[in-house]
């Protein structure tokens, strides 16, 4: 039994060694415990869901194929294999990655004594709060004009949004469906914060809460008019506070419902909660989860960018890929991509930028266009575990890997033939290409931000999308203020969880005494 522990030990001891040269960090939130994952490296078979985009398992990888081995025509693919294998080759060569020219990490260095308030307002500073309040009391006097004033009503005041913040964002800490719990007898009642404003006046804030009042006569019918100014300041903020690592991920972050609340909830509850009709993709770096970049992208109305026309998902998603990497152009980042942004075109596309690339195939959601048919289908003979085949052309690779499946995986970014091995308790190491383990560690860690962090976003949700944009941006504004709060000298004077550092914050918002990391 010890030489059993011994072995195993030794394989997770080599797995870290592997996580830290990949310039992953151990756990920069410092919050070990359960999660997705059953070791540093994520679980690459067929049946786990590897790439959390919410779009598709890694087995999705052999969806459309017959078991005789014959494709069913993945998008771009043709019927004569020879010609799409033009051009691709078995013979492999070594390739490299441009030096990455940033160092990592904050931009700006805190004090040992910054709050949780002062980390926050790096994304949303007292002037964005104070455009709150003037839109406010702008929308409520326009309001009460034309359907009557209401009696009691007084104009906002920038103590009064900030405690209207504190409240909302309190259902993120205490994970209540309703923000109105906090005055009420309830289980999520709040005795602790509910004295610093009435129910009765927080109702008539929340009535009358804008970030933009009034439609711009140069706004054009962009659906998100009301929020724009809002998510292009926080835009900026993320992009001028922190400089993410080499190697980042584009995908949807985990933003559903409570898995908890939705298993208590009535099927007639459920068909009256609205879906949403907008979706959000972000660019996160892998080292430390730090969302550099969000993109909004409404599913109804008309676009910014004429994404709403574009009914090709693989092409849309391309589009959204390019508005996130905008800013990365020449500095030789790595981005790591789901399925259904994965492309040739695209890869390519990228690599004249100075972009580098990582993406999961798949033959239902990726665009295959010009990809080798015959790695596109299942051979008749049986594979083993870690077995896998690799076409080449320039720089770039497509890889077949199996383990319970079929796996496919194109790169510019990692030499083919460079070896790794995905570590699992129970099976022990399984070979396979330096690719596929670097997505499988860098694709693992934001997956354990996901399960971590997504339970922190605000769980208010109103009913207009533009003010269910608004909270999400405001739970990624927080998470990511945390981020550099572990990574500042504050957090060695204090070391407060994410919980602790969102009950720090909900108190600072509403004014409230005894708010230093110190106390």
Request: proline share 4%; with cysteine.
């Amino acid at each position: 039994m010890a030489e059993c522990g011994k072995k195993g030990l030794s394989l997770l001891e080599k797995a870290r060694s592997r996580y830290e040269s990949l310039q992953i960090s151990d756990d920069v939130f410092g919050e070990s415990g359960d999660d997705s994952s059953e070791n540093p490296f994520y679980s690459t078979t067929g049946d786990s869901n590897s790439d959390n985009y919410n779009e598709t398992n890694l087995d999705d990888a052999r969806a459309g194929e017959t078991r005789s081995g014959q494709s069913c025509g993945p998008p771009g693919s043709v019927s004569n294999g020879q010609a799409q294998d033009d051009g691709w080759s078995d013979a492999l060569q070594d390739i490299s990655v441009p030096n990455y020219p940033d160092t990592h990490g904050p931009t700006q260095k805190m004090s040992a004594t910054a709050t949780a308030m002062d980390f926050f307002q790096i994304f949303v500073p007292d002037n964005a709060i104070q455009n709150m309040v003037t839109q406010t009391n702008m929308y409520a006097k326009k309001f009460q004009e034309r359907f009557g004033s209401e009696e009691g009503w007084t104009n906002v005041t920038l103590a009064e949004m900030k405690a209207f913040l504190g409240y909302v964002t309190s259902t993120g800490v205490n994970r209540c469906e309703s923000v109105l719990s906090i005055w009420s007898s309830g289980f999520f009642s709040n005795r602790s914060i509910a004295h610093k404003m009435s129910q009765a006046r927080f109702e008539k804030i929340l009535k009358y809460f804008h970030i933009v009042a009034f439609r711009s006569s140069h706004g054009g019918s962009q659906g998100l008019y009301k929020i724009q100014p809002f998510l292009d300041s926080l835009q900026q903020s993320f992009g001028s506070a922190f400089r993410p690592s080499q190697t980042q991920v584009l995908h949807e972050p985990l933003i559903d419902e409570d898995p908890v609340f939705i298993t208590t909830c009535t099927e007639r509850e459920l068909r009256k909660r609205k879906k949403r009709k907008f979706s959000l993709w972000v660019r996160q770096c892998s080292s430390t989860g730090f969302i550099s970049q969000i993109y909004v992208h409404l599913k109804e109305g008309p676009g910014p960018d004429g994404l709403d026309t574009l009914k090709n998902k693989p092409q849309l998603h391309s589009l959204v890929a390019k508005q996130l990497c905008q800013n990365l152009s020449g500095r030789n980042a790595i981005i790591f991509t789901g399925p259904s942004i994965t492309s040739l075109n695209l890869f390519q596309e990228f690599e004249k930028q100075g972009i580098y690339c990582c993406g999961l195939l798949s033959t239902r959601k990726s665009d295959c266009t010009g990809l080798p048919q015959s790695m596109l289908i299942n051979t008749d003979t049986p594979q083993q575990r870690g077995q896998s085949r690799i076409k080449m052309r320039g720089n770039m690779s497509i890889i077949n890997w199996y383990n319970k499946g079929n796996f496919r995986f194109l790169t510019n970014a990692y030499s083919p033939n460079k070896e790794g091995v995905i570590i699992k308790r129970k099976s022990g190491e399984i070979p396979c290409p330096l690719a596929v383990e670097a997505f499988a560690a860098h694709l693992s860690y934001i997956c354990k931000y996901d399960d971590k962090y997504s339970k922190y976003f605000i769980f208010h949700k109103p009913n207009k999308t533009w003010q269910q944009v608004f909270w999400l941006t405001i739970s990624i504004a927080i998470n990511n203020a945390y981020i550099l709060y572990k990574m500042s000298d504050a957090y060695h004077v204090k070391r407060y969880s994410r919980a602790q550092f969102g009950e720090r914050l909900v108190k600072e918002l509403l004014g409230m005494d005894d708010c230093s990391p110190t106390q």
